[in-house]
């Protein structure tokens, strides 16, 4: 008895000494695996480098949901506003992204004034520094880590300049403890004023990162105006903001529909990313996934069911050297209300009798599908990409609802706008709003 009783123990022992071996294997295996992200400069153009390859950037932002789409699309990258989304861990992200040949530029949360930290504050600031510190550490040997976001428009309703001293600090310190890896910070816009904040008290930075939709198409003359001459990259770009598009009589802004939205993306890439081959590197629209932001189709290029919207055709055009998919999404000819489009500040009466129409091509020949949906128009109206509630459904009595055709009941006074999808059976879906008054 005695003796089994060494012998199993030390069978233990030799087990737990496997186990541990087995660990310090797999983290020498990722280790070893982790990629050496550098930029380089040659005759006046930068490229970035992965392991000392050229690697453009074809992303998009995200953080959970749509990652196997990404790559099927022939994206190479995402990027992240922080490190724990709610649902999954840093690591799990970059695990998952690793899964499909994805690279990702990990965000790093750091606190905002708009949202009421102060950069006076020298014991708050050294405490997030501390636990940027360790979420660094934890990940920057992961292979699919690109480079670190630190923080998104920090810009954005500002006005105490420390906070640039701040991002320096954690340049800096993830330079000290990961030296593979590439630090950025993005802004909200691009000025002159910012830029000179950055090269005097950011100067550890090894390359910025700007945000801009409606006036993409502008930025290179911007970049150049600002006076940076450094390397940079678009972490945000989309549709035309809902600060940059024409409103109603009553003052909502007018969403431009799917088949609108997707012509701009390809435009604004053209004359705003693809032109400067010089300066920037690449870029992430904005968003692989669905949000609400004054709608619930505004900003995303999947709608919530998980439907691609045209724009994810665009992009798959752009990533693929300028070929299509197979199926392509439905566009939208027309769509009214009460004969009016969106742009004819659309009024009804409480009560009454109205027809909306739709018409759509679709370059497949699919058997298209219609929804159709009334929501109040949003009160709870935030900035930056803060968090907004969706509106109520609301509820009305339908007359008919053919092919691309509805007639309904106006409801009580109030806002509202009018939604349609056009579903092709594959998962491709155009849409469009058009807000309307009740009295």
């Not at 496997?18 to 295996?29: I, P, R, S, V, W």
């Not at 593979?180 to 000025?191: F, K, P, R, V, Y």
């Not at 339908?398 to 999808?421: D, M, S, T």
Request: glycine residues 8%.
């Amino acid at each position: 008895m005695k003796n089994y009783s060494i012998t199993l123990i030390l069978f233990v022992f030799i087990l737990s000494g496997c186990e541990l071996d087995m660990k310090q294997k797999n983290m020498t295996e990722t280790q070893n695996n982790t990629a050496k992200v550098t930029l380089q400069k040659s005759e006046g153009k930068y490229q970035l480098l992965v392991n000392n390859n050229p690697f453009y950037l074809k992303g998009a932002g995200l953080e959970f949901g749509q990652i196997p789409a990404l790559a099927k699309h022939n994206g190479n990258s995402f990027r992240t506003w922080r490190i724990d989304n709610g649902r999954q861990s840093g690591k799990e992200v970059l695990d998952e992204a690793h899964k499909y040949g994805l690279m990702v530029v990990m965000g790093i949360e750091v606190a905002r004034e708009r949202h009421g930290f102060d950069y006076n504050d020298s014991i708050a600031v050294k405490q997030q520094l501390e636990r940027i510190r360790k979420e660094v550490i934890e990940l920057k040997d992961h292979p699919a880590l690109l480079m670190w976001g630190i923080g998104n428009e920090l810009n954005l309703r500002y006005k105490n300049p420390k906070v640039w001293d701040a991002v320096n600090e954690i340049s800096m310190m993830i330079h000290e403890v990961d030296s593979n890896h590439l630090t950025t910070t993005s802004l909200a816009g691009i000025t002159k004023q910012e830029v000179d904040f950055i090269k005097e008290r950011s100067p550890d930075l090894d390359l910025l990162s700007f945000q801009i939709y409606g006036k993409l198409a502008e930025l290179p003359e911007m970049v150049k105006e600002s006076g940076w001459e450094g390397a940079y990259m678009v972490t945000e770009w989309g549709p035309k903001g809902h600060w940059e598009v024409p409103k109603t009589s009553w003052g909502v802004p007018i969403e431009e529909n799917s088949t609108v939205k997707a012509a701009g993306y390809l435009e604004r890439y053209k004359a705003g990313i693809e032109a400067d081959s010089i300066h920037c590197i690449g870029s992430f629209v904005f968003l692989w996934g669905q949000k609400q932001e004054r709608t619930p189709t505004w900003y995303g290029l999947f709608l919530e069911n998980g439907n691609e919207t045209e724009t994810v055709d665009i992009m798959h055009y752009l990533w693929n050297e300028e070929k299509w998919p197979e199926n392509r999404t439905p566009q939208i000819v027309e769509f009214t209300l009460n004969q009016k489009t969106a742009y004819e500040s659309v009024v009804l009466e409480k009560g009454k009798e109205y027809t909306a129409f739709i018409k759509i091509h679709d370059f497949n020949q699919d058997t298209i599908s219609y929804k159709w949906e009334i929501l109040a128009e949003s009160t709870d109206l935030k900035d930056g990409g803060d968090y907004e509630t969706r509106p109520e459904t609301i509820s009305v009595e339908i007359i008919e609802a053919a092919e691309g055709l509805l007639k309904f009941i106006a409801p009580g006074a109030g806002q509202y706008r009018l939604f349609v999808y056009a579903n092709d059976g594959f998962k491709h879906c155009a849409t469009a709003n058009i807000p309307f008054l009740v009295k």
